[in-house]
């Protein structure tokens, strides 16, 4: 069965890869096609099924499964969660997004190292990884859930505002910031549709289309790896997993994207 | 200035401020942007040959992150224009093309300066990545205008050759806090390069002018 799809798929790339002749226009027609094709079947419910798996399993030291995670809405509570997130956590006294809280929990809960909660954040061929299924999980049970992201105290209003300047930051050799791709309506980086994030509709697309599967990639990507390869991408050094300006970075697109009904995980090509 | 005068703009000094600071409970603008670069450097960490100085803004990306989203006032964008024009370095054999094929080689590469980039190169420029060059190419993107016809239109002329290499160069020469790499400044492509890019734009046998 899988063997199928992913057989389909590449089918599916090489028939849109080969009549790269025609104009432009036909050749946006031919990727929508495609795009809408991909919807079909998402590999990204391998990854969901494995997280609820993971989430189910007593593991670490503790011998502990992660059922009594507080994701925010109270200890095992995962329904509509990461539409509401980031948030404070009086617990642990800062802002997290889902990625800082599964870490929290894995070593509270489970009794992991951080080290060990964050060994392989970003999986590859024959090297899985945890974190990115236990996040396919998580975010599939807000799917069709608002976002509802609160600015309702100190903590989270500097993260958005601290944010906020973290998207119009210029700098690396190449001067760029999220604001270079992401701040005009309309534009596209070679064939690729660029969300404007700097106002609500195109926030909402982009922010409720993560996780995401990429089929160029073969694996189930989270929002923390979008930053990750954006920043690679803008020159910078490497954004590390869960960092405070991450987490901030998140709230500000999170909060812009507010009312729209969480979409992901998703397909890309 | 007379010392009433101190007094009185002294006076109306402090008020300002205190009107300010009842105005806006929250951080000020500016220390949002110096919390947030404090963030910044706790938060990246050096990578193959992305280390943390390029999180140090010149004065030109600290401004253009300023007043990004916001208009620019006039004399900032002038202040920006004026240090990047006088920055550019001009051919010294005056010689401003090179091979535009070697210059489409260029404008095709994504490739060079990312953490996971070999360090060695190649560097390209990836300007298929913003604008539209040659009509052969239909992977274009629009972040920047289309480019096609570049020296056709505006004529194969010396001037129009030194506006494209100054242009390739250092864009902020021109336009202030544009998107455009400053490929020249920046040391990401070399002299040569520069040439290269410059021919494919305006030597009439190249793509872009047919």
């Known amino acids: 069965m899988i063997g199928t799809s992913r057989a389909a798929l590449v089918a599916?790339?090489?028939?849109?890869?080969?009549?790269?002749?025609?104009?432009?226009?036909?050749?946006?027609?031919?990727?929508e096609k495609y795009r809408q094709a991909l919807q079909d079947g998402n590999p990204a419910e391998l990854w969901e099924a494995r997280g609820e798996g993971l989430w189910k399993t007593a593991r670490g030291p503790k011998k502990a499964t992660l059922e009594q995670c507080d994701l925010g809405k109270g200890p095992g509570v995962v329904r509509g969660a990461y539409a509401e997130l980031p948030r404070h956590f009086a617990d642990a006294n800062r802002v997290m997004d889902l990625e800082s809280r599964l870490v929290w929990c894995m070593?509270?809960?489970?009794?992991?190292?951080?080290?060990?909660?964050?060994?392989?954040?970003?999986?590859?061929?024959?090297?899985?990884?945890?974190?990115?299924?236990?996040?396919?999980?998580?975010?599939?049970?807000?799917?069709?859930?608002?976002?509802?992201?609160?600015?309702?105290?100190?903590?989270?209003?500097?993260?958005?505002?601290?944010?906020?300047?973290?998207f119009f930051f210029r700098g690396g050799p190449y001067d760029f910031s999220c604001a270079t791709c992401h701040a005009e309506d309309g534009k596209r980086i070679r064939l690729q549709d660029l969300p404007n994030l700097t106002k609500k509709e195109g926030a909402q697309r982009g922010y409720t289309t993560w996780p995401a599967y990429r089929v160029s990639q073969g694996e189930l990507r989270t929002f923390q790896w979008r930053l990750y390869d954006c920043f690679r991408q803008q020159r910078f050094p490497e954004l590390e997993f869960t960092s405070p300006a991450s987490v901030a970075l998140t709230t500000f697109l999170a909060y812009n994207a507010n009312g729209a009904k969480f979409a992901a995980p998703a397909i890309k090509r | 200035m007379q010392p009433m005068t101190k007094i009185v703009s002294a006076v109306s000094a402090a008020l300002a401020l205190a009107a300010c600071a009842a105005m806006q409970p929250g951080p000020t603008d500016a220390e949002a942007r110096a919390k947030a670069t404090a963030m910044m450097k706790t938060s990246f960490k050096e990578s193959g040959q992305a280390k943390l100085d390029r999180l140090n803004q010149d004065e030109t990306q600290a401004?253009?992150?300023?007043y990004a989203g916001k208009e620019l006032p006039k004399d900032v964008a002038e202040r920006i224009e004026k240090a990047n024009l006088a920055s550019i370095r001009w051919p010294a054999d005056g010689k401003y093309l090179g091979d535009w094929k070697r210059g489409e080689q260029i404008a095709q590469r994504g490739t060079g300066f990312q953490f996971s980039d070999d360090p060695k190169g190649p560097v390209g420029a990836n300007c298929y990545a913003c604008h539209q060059l040659s009509k052969e190419e239909i992977s274009f993107g629009t972040i920047g205008p289309p480019l096609y016809q570049f020296g056709k239109v505006r004529g194969f002329t010396d001037d129009m050759r030194r506006y494209a290499w100054g242009k390739v160069w250092n864009a902020q020469a021109y336009s202030a806090c544009s998107n455009m790499p400053r490929f020249g400044h920046a040391t990401i492509l070399t002299e040569d390069q520069v040439r290269d890019v410059v021919a494919l734009l305006m030597d009439p046998a190249s793509p872009v002018n047919r």
């Open chain 1, 12 to 31: 599916v790339l090489a028939a849109f890869a080969a009549p790269f002749v025609l104009a432009q226009g036909s050749a946006q027609d031919e990727i």
């Open chain 1, 107 to 166: 070593v509270t809960l489970q009794g992991m190292t951080e080290a060990d909660a964050k060994r392989n954040v970003f999986g590859a061929p024959g090297r899985r990884s945890d974190i990115e299924a236990l996040v396919a999980f998580v975010t599939s049970e807000s799917k069709g859930v608002p976002m509802n992201v609160r600015l309702d105290n100190a903590a989270m209003k500097e993260a958005y505002a601290l944010g906020e300047k973290i």
């Open chain 2, 63 to 66: 401004l253009c992150s300023q």
